[in-house]
């Protein structure tokens, strides 16, 4: 049923967790997720701060490169996403530039299929910043939680399992951002829901040979944010809307 290139990842694992039938119009149809201006944000405000933090721009030098990368994420569309990404990007420097020059940006964490755990597929996931005792990721939103989302957590969780150091994440808006601990506790939860996520889109995938055979099985419900409205309209026809 999943393509030869299949990876578990935390996307992946949370993507099936919460709406499975957008997980496989995903990963067994093979639908890829078209760019929008809010993915667009905050890819455009991470940029900036990555250049920022290795290149040793100022604040209103990464802005600009955060707004030039969003221009070329969206081909020059106008929102209020292109207007955030700056401002994101100044709020994310105020709470990292304390941290210094991170060791790693982007850094790929990868588990080979069976090793540790057993896992019928290879894992891949991508820290945003690594420091010498922790790893910090980055989410752009235009409204900060009180607390850490729970599919970050289970996010999280899954990168202090595979790299054995703790977790910091970090949300910004155009006008705040708020720095979160991931306790051990928090993490070793995390990672034992993302487990068993993965563990049964494995079952699935030995239960149906075909993602037209899972969709019999899987209700379809478009009452998700997963679901595009283009999307949407195409995959009615699979579940026979």
Sequence with gaps: MLPDYYRHSPSSGNMFREAP??????????????????????????????????????????????????????????????DAAPLICKQMLALLRPFGKPLTIQNVVNLPTGQRYGFGYPVKGVTDLGYDEFYLDLKATMACPSAPKF???CQLGAYAELTGKPQKILYATPKRAMLYDITPEDAAYGWSVMQGAWRRIEALARTYPTAEAAAAIIPFNPDSFYWSDADKAKAATIWSI
Excluded: C, P
């Excluded at 667009?40 to 990464?62: F, K, Q, R």
């Design 151 to 153: 599919s970050h957590v």
């Design 21 to 82: 039938d957008a997980w496989l119009w995903r990963y067994g149809f093979g639908n890829r997720d078209e760019k929008n201006a809010r993915m667009a944000m905050g890819s455009a405000a991470e940029h900036g701060v990555n250049v920022a933090l290795t290149s040793g721009l100022s604040d209103d030098d990464a802005a600009d490169a955060a707004l030039a990368e969003f221009d070329k994420l969206m081909q020059g569309e106008i929102s209020a996403e292109r």
